[in-house]
Protein backbone atom coordinates (compact mmCIF):
# COMPACT_ATOMS: atom_id res chain seq x y z
CA UNK A 1 0.00 0.00 0.00
CA UNK A 2 1.36 3.31 -0.88
CA UNK A 3 2.08 5.65 1.74
CA UNK A 4 0.71 8.82 -0.60
CA UNK A 5 -3.18 8.10 -2.04
CA UNK A 6 -4.09 9.21 -5.77
CA UNK A 7 -7.28 8.39 -7.22
CA UNK A 8 -6.74 5.23 -10.05
CA UNK A 9 -8.01 7.08 -12.84
CA UNK A 10 -9.29 10.01 -13.80
CA UNK A 11 -10.60 11.36 -17.25
CA UNK A 12 -11.03 14.40 -19.27
CA UNK A 13 -11.53 15.53 -23.13
CA UNK A 14 -9.10 17.58 -25.12
CA UNK A 15 -9.06 20.93 -24.29
CA UNK A 16 -10.46 20.64 -20.97
CA UNK A 17 -8.50 20.92 -17.36
CA UNK A 18 -8.14 17.76 -14.74
CA UNK A 19 -6.63 17.78 -11.46
CA UNK A 20 -5.08 14.97 -9.43
CA UNK A 21 -4.86 14.82 -5.65
CA UNK A 22 -2.12 13.11 -3.42
CA UNK A 23 -3.12 12.99 -0.27
CA UNK A 24 -0.34 12.06 2.31
CA UNK A 25 -0.46 12.78 6.44
CA UNK A 26 1.11 15.60 8.16
CA UNK A 27 4.42 13.70 8.45
CA UNK A 28 4.99 13.77 4.56
CA UNK A 29 2.99 16.35 1.59
CA UNK A 30 1.75 18.23 5.08
CA UNK A 31 5.33 18.76 6.52
CA UNK A 32 7.52 19.55 3.51
CA UNK A 33 7.19 21.27 0.44
CA UNK A 34 9.25 18.10 -1.31
CA UNK A 35 6.33 17.34 -3.69
CA UNK A 36 7.00 16.18 -6.92
CA UNK A 37 5.06 14.75 -9.28
CA UNK A 38 5.78 12.48 -12.53
CA UNK A 39 4.71 11.18 -15.70
CA UNK A 40 4.99 8.36 -17.28
CA UNK A 41 3.96 6.91 -20.68
CA UNK A 42 3.23 3.59 -21.81
CA UNK A 43 6.76 1.73 -21.84
CA UNK A 44 8.62 4.32 -20.60
CA UNK A 45 10.24 5.75 -17.85
CA UNK A 46 9.52 8.42 -15.63
CA UNK A 47 9.73 11.94 -15.97
CA UNK A 48 9.84 14.88 -13.76
CA UNK A 49 6.83 17.26 -14.39
CA UNK A 50 6.78 19.27 -10.83
CA UNK A 51 9.31 19.49 -8.01
CA UNK A 52 8.94 21.70 -5.00
CA UNK A 53 5.23 21.19 -4.67
CA UNK A 54 4.89 24.00 -7.86
CA UNK A 55 8.04 24.22 -10.04
CA UNK A 56 8.60 23.13 -13.51
CA UNK A 57 11.60 22.18 -14.69
CA UNK A 58 12.81 23.68 -17.58
CA UNK A 59 11.29 22.44 -20.92
CA UNK A 60 7.66 21.44 -19.08
CA UNK A 61 5.01 22.56 -21.02
CA UNK A 62 3.14 25.71 -18.75
CA UNK A 63 0.00 23.35 -18.92
CA UNK A 64 1.22 21.52 -16.20
CA UNK A 65 1.04 23.31 -12.61
CA UNK A 66 1.10 22.36 -9.30
CA UNK A 67 -0.13 23.22 -5.53
CA UNK A 68 -1.04 22.20 -2.16
CA UNK A 69 -2.98 22.66 0.52
CA UNK A 70 -2.46 21.13 3.93
CA UNK A 71 -1.80 17.56 3.74
CA UNK A 72 -2.76 17.10 -0.34
CA UNK A 73 -1.20 17.93 -3.20
CA UNK A 74 -2.71 18.26 -7.10
CA UNK A 75 -1.27 18.37 -9.89
CA UNK A 76 -3.56 20.45 -12.41
CA UNK A 77 -3.50 19.89 -16.31
CA UNK A 78 -4.51 23.02 -18.25
CA UNK A 79 -5.66 22.42 -22.11
CA UNK A 80 -5.71 18.84 -22.12
CA UNK A 81 -4.23 16.92 -25.24
CA UNK A 82 -3.52 13.68 -26.34
CA UNK A 83 -0.51 13.23 -25.33
CA UNK A 84 -1.46 14.11 -21.95
CA UNK A 85 -2.50 11.02 -21.89
CA UNK A 86 -0.26 8.47 -19.34
CA UNK A 87 0.15 7.85 -15.86
CA UNK A 88 1.44 10.47 -13.32
CA UNK A 89 2.27 10.02 -9.87
CA UNK A 90 3.59 12.33 -6.83
CA UNK A 91 6.11 11.75 -4.50
CA UNK A 92 7.40 13.51 -0.81
CA UNK A 93 9.56 13.25 1.27
CA UNK A 94 8.88 11.38 4.49
CA UNK A 95 11.54 11.30 7.59
CA UNK A 96 11.42 7.62 7.88
CA UNK A 97 10.98 6.42 4.68
CA UNK A 98 12.60 9.64 2.54
CA UNK A 99 11.02 8.76 -0.87
CA UNK A 100 7.34 8.09 -0.87
CA UNK A 101 5.41 7.79 -4.06
CA UNK A 102 1.99 7.92 -4.33
CA UNK A 103 0.05 4.64 -6.36
CA UNK A 104 0.17 6.41 -9.38
CA UNK A 105 -3.42 8.23 -11.65
CA UNK A 106 -4.07 7.09 -15.39
CA UNK A 107 -5.29 9.83 -17.13
CA UNK A 108 -7.55 8.71 -20.48
CA UNK A 109 -8.07 12.07 -22.65
CA UNK A 110 -11.38 10.94 -24.11
CA UNK B 1 22.28 15.04 -22.85
CA UNK B 2 22.33 13.09 -19.95
CA UNK B 3 22.16 9.18 -20.32
CA UNK B 4 21.60 6.47 -18.20
CA UNK B 5 21.75 3.23 -18.98
CA UNK B 6 20.98 -0.15 -16.87
CA UNK B 7 22.05 -3.13 -16.95
CA UNK B 8 22.44 -6.77 -15.46
CA UNK B 9 19.00 -8.01 -15.64
CA UNK B 10 17.61 -11.31 -15.65
CA UNK B 11 16.01 -14.53 -14.82
CA UNK B 12 17.32 -15.25 -11.28
CA UNK B 13 15.43 -18.34 -8.88
CA UNK B 14 14.39 -17.49 -5.48
CA UNK B 15 17.20 -16.65 -3.07
CA UNK B 16 19.85 -15.92 -5.54
CA UNK B 17 21.93 -12.49 -5.95
CA UNK B 18 22.05 -10.07 -8.99
CA UNK B 19 24.21 -7.00 -9.42
CA UNK B 20 22.80 -4.26 -11.66
CA UNK B 21 24.97 -1.65 -13.47
CA UNK B 22 23.92 2.14 -14.28
CA UNK B 23 25.94 3.67 -16.95
CA UNK B 24 26.14 7.48 -16.34
CA UNK B 25 26.90 10.37 -18.85
CA UNK B 26 26.40 13.23 -20.20
CA UNK B 27 26.49 14.98 -16.48
CA UNK B 28 29.01 15.61 -13.07
CA UNK B 29 28.30 12.12 -11.77
CA UNK B 30 30.65 12.73 -9.61
CA UNK B 31 28.60 15.63 -7.71
CA UNK B 32 25.44 13.90 -8.04
CA UNK B 33 23.02 11.74 -5.43
CA UNK B 34 21.60 8.86 -7.38
CA UNK B 35 19.02 6.56 -6.48
CA UNK B 36 17.14 3.35 -7.53
CA UNK B 37 14.00 3.14 -8.15
CA UNK B 38 11.73 -0.14 -9.50
CA UNK B 39 8.48 -0.73 -11.28
CA UNK B 40 6.59 -4.16 -10.91
CA UNK B 41 4.84 -5.56 -13.61
CA UNK B 42 1.38 -3.31 -13.95
CA UNK B 43 2.14 -1.66 -10.53
CA UNK B 44 3.81 1.50 -9.15
CA UNK B 45 6.47 3.09 -8.17
CA UNK B 46 8.61 1.74 -5.75
CA UNK B 47 12.00 4.23 -4.52
CA UNK B 48 14.46 1.92 -3.32
CA UNK B 49 17.77 3.54 -2.14
CA UNK B 50 20.05 6.24 -2.36
CA UNK B 51 23.87 7.14 -2.44
CA UNK B 52 25.56 10.22 -2.24
CA UNK B 53 28.21 12.01 -4.62
CA UNK B 54 30.65 10.47 -2.50
CA UNK B 55 29.05 7.21 -1.13
CA UNK B 56 29.36 8.29 2.53
CA UNK B 57 25.66 8.45 3.16
CA UNK B 58 23.32 5.44 1.66
CA UNK B 59 19.36 5.12 2.44
CA UNK B 60 17.15 2.32 1.74
CA UNK B 61 13.38 1.06 1.82
CA UNK B 62 12.73 -0.90 4.63
CA UNK B 63 11.49 -4.05 1.61
CA UNK B 64 15.01 -4.22 0.81
CA UNK B 65 17.06 -3.10 3.43
CA UNK B 66 19.65 -5.77 4.99
CA UNK B 67 19.46 -7.66 1.14
CA UNK B 68 20.53 -4.70 -1.36
CA UNK B 69 23.35 -2.93 -1.33
CA UNK B 70 24.04 0.16 -3.08
CA UNK B 71 27.85 1.91 -4.72
CA UNK B 72 29.04 3.81 -6.65
CA UNK B 73 32.25 4.51 -8.76
CA UNK B 74 32.94 7.74 -9.66
CA UNK B 75 36.29 7.13 -12.21
CA UNK B 76 34.14 4.86 -13.95
CA UNK B 77 30.29 7.11 -13.96
CA UNK B 78 28.73 4.10 -13.15
CA UNK B 79 25.72 3.12 -10.02
CA UNK B 80 25.37 -0.38 -8.91
CA UNK B 81 22.73 -2.35 -6.78
CA UNK B 82 23.79 -5.41 -5.17
CA UNK B 83 20.44 -7.50 -4.98
CA UNK B 84 21.11 -11.07 -2.34
CA UNK B 85 18.45 -12.90 -1.12
CA UNK B 86 16.33 -12.73 -3.95
CA UNK B 87 12.34 -13.36 -3.71
CA UNK B 88 9.28 -13.60 -6.02
CA UNK B 89 8.23 -10.06 -4.98
CA UNK B 90 11.52 -8.80 -6.47
CA UNK B 91 10.21 -8.99 -9.93
CA UNK B 92 10.21 -5.75 -11.29
CA UNK B 93 11.96 -3.10 -14.17
CA UNK B 94 14.24 -1.52 -11.94
CA UNK B 95 15.58 2.07 -12.87
CA UNK B 96 18.53 4.10 -12.02
CA UNK B 97 17.69 8.11 -11.39
CA UNK B 98 19.46 10.87 -10.70
CA UNK B 99 19.04 13.47 -8.21
CA UNK B 100 18.66 17.35 -8.07
CA UNK B 101 21.31 17.59 -5.66
CA UNK B 102 24.49 15.92 -4.32
CA UNK B 103 24.14 15.55 -0.88
CA UNK B 104 22.20 13.49 1.82
CA UNK B 105 19.35 16.13 2.63
CA UNK B 106 16.37 16.38 1.47
CA UNK B 107 14.27 17.34 -0.86
CA UNK B 108 15.06 14.36 -3.42
CA UNK B 109 13.75 14.77 -6.80
CA UNK B 110 14.70 12.19 -9.30
CA UNK B 111 15.42 14.37 -12.79
CA UNK B 112 16.75 11.99 -15.31
CA UNK B 113 15.68 8.25 -15.47
CA UNK B 114 17.03 5.42 -17.63
CA UNK B 115 15.19 2.99 -19.57
CA UNK B 116 15.71 0.50 -16.69
CA UNK B 117 16.42 -3.24 -16.46
CA UNK B 118 14.13 -6.21 -15.92
CA UNK B 119 14.57 -8.79 -13.24
CA UNK B 120 12.95 -11.93 -12.53
CA UNK B 121 12.45 -13.94 -9.81
CA UNK B 122 10.95 -17.45 -10.51
CA UNK B 123 11.81 -20.63 -9.99
Known amino acids: QSALTQPASVFGSPGQSITISCTGT?????????VAWYQQHPGKAPKLLIYGVSNRPSGVSNRFSGSKSGNTASLTISGLQAEDEADYYC??????????FGGGTKLTVL | EVQLVESGGGVIQPGGSLRLSCAAS????????MHWVRQAPGKGLEWLSL??????????ADSVKGRFTISRDNSKNSLYLQMNSLRPDDTALYYCAKDFGSGSSPPYYLDDWGQGTPVTVSS
Open chain 2, 51 to 60: ITWDATTTYF
Open chain 2, 26 to 33: GFSFDDTT
Open chain 1, 91 to 100: SSYTYNTFVA
Open chain 1, 26 to 34: SSDVGAYNY
